[in-house]
């Protein structure tokens, strides 16, 4: 090859993804994405490093290991003769670089692995190089973000490679008893004992656009089954749809989406520690909402749940009287603001988090962290549709086993974080299905109502829509429970009750008023803390107008549970749901 050959191979590139030339340069500066067909191209840790971290920022920490070769391993060529190759091509000691930064101004310690390095392999140096990374977020109290790219334990140091799985998932599990944020960036590919340790088990798991993660790789699959495996099998989208990924991230906007997650858990942490954070500059379009919280703010604030509900509803406002019915009908109108519109009228900065981690992403449960004026929140809701199509694809709100994982998990997560949750309960029930049963349906919201009988955060809820039996509880045990003026919420629907205790289900109407299921009724009963007043009609006639009450109230009951220390908390909460064993007695007794 001539001396210009050489140099001309060096200028261009061909992408993996459409086999287009690529100059270079021009590659590089799109983060090594092909602007041909997007394919990511596999990034060095350096370079990944390069486009995450805040110039200036980067402190590597030391990659000084013993030379191992623990069990003498020889293939066709020694293990250290690989070792050597494989320092030699990469200028790197080992297969990942592990370093302290800042991200967005948010301190970090990261641990970056390097597919190039021996296939990212998991050995005792790697195990110990992000052992110590996670170490010292430890110390320093700052999350753990780790890029993974890996083809799994390295076998060339045997079972000792194996037990890195457990020693590195030990130090996570320091982090999350720290309640410190652990963060794993999925990048392709990742597989085998680093995707079934620390690469899954962190926190959160985000997956770069096109990144393929599994336990078993394809091709072993294919041996072992002797069958074809379905289109994208492994890929970022295919775990999204199972449920094993918060989110799919385009390399672009992989440092942005960082930066929002460790803001919203850093503001949780501050604001546990008794340093509320002080909210961030709202943009000029945000002023009246502000103006509206002040003028929240200066009501008086319902005090946390330590005292009875007041026998009327709303903020000294007395509803219209409406038809139980009328009001089953209002609550399911198909215009009625739904989860997904709160989130962008009354919250800002959503970003959602998807799945269960066992193999499903549930439609019609949404979750994520959010803004309300300026205070992180872990929000959780139903979600329903206004179109048929809408709501064939969520489900009409019903939730399956999948869905109610995923709201247990973030709800843990925003305990773990410090970060108090809202929810927004809009369901007909729970998803009354088959595979609902097989997989669990009924303990699925059996651990959702335990477990926020005991989170040790403030738990805010509003019956939105309509407040379903158990699918509707199982986001509902909460501080403080808001509904809806025109929401029901009831322990059968209407249909449901007429069906088995009137002749037949024509007599809906009748039961819907015997079952007390409107907040006013609730409210005297104990079982809603407060009503919130919808515009003239109803919510859908002027969603501003609602959106703008929904958020005054919001910040009315939430924030005075800021101030409660979670054991407190909890206890208040048993206090609230043990009281219902004495029915009608619940205005005179309180709940001391
Ligand atoms: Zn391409």
Known sequence: MTAIARREEQLWSRCAGCASLLYRKRLRRNLDVCPECGEHAR??????????????????LSDLLPEADPIDFVDVLPYPHRLTAARASTG???AVVCATATIGGHPVALAVMDFRFLGGSLGCAVGELITRTAERALDDRIPLVLVTASGGAR???GALSLMQMATVSQAIAALREAGLLTVSVLTDPTYGGVAASFATNTDLVLAESGARMGFAGPRVIRQVTGRALPEGFQTADFLLRHGQVDMVVQRRSLRGRLVALLAATRAGRAARAGHPPVPRQEPASRRERLADDDAALARPAGPP????????PGAGQTP???DAWDTVRMARHPARPTTLDYLDSVFDGFVELHGDRLGGDCPAIVGGVARLAGRHVMVIGHQKGHTTAELVARNFGMASPAGHRKALRLMRLAARLGLPVVTLVDTPGADPGVSAEEQGQAAAIAENILTLTVLPTPVLAVITGEGGSGGALALAVADRVLML????????SPEGCAAILWPDRS???QAARALRLTAPDLCRL??????VPEPSAAAHDDPAETAHRLRAALLANLLPLLDVPPAMLVRLRRQRFRRFGTTRGVNRAGVR
Do not use: K
């Not at 003026?485 to 059968?492: D, F, G, K, L, R």
């Not at 104990?526 to 009503?531: A, H, K, R």
């Open 320 to 322: 219209a009287v409406r």
């Open 507 to 509: 007599a809906a109407p």
């Open 526 to 531: 104990g079982v809603v803390d407060e009503v």
């Open 155 to 157: 076998m060339q140091e």
């Open 485 to 492: 003026e025109n929401a029901v919420y009831s322990v059968i």
């Open 305 to 312: 749940a330590a005292v009875a509900p007041s026998p009327t």
């Open 43 to 60: 990034l060095g840790a350096p370079e990944r490093l390069r486009q995450l971290v805040d110039p200036g920022s980067l402190r590597p």
């Open 92 to 94: 790197l000691a080992e």
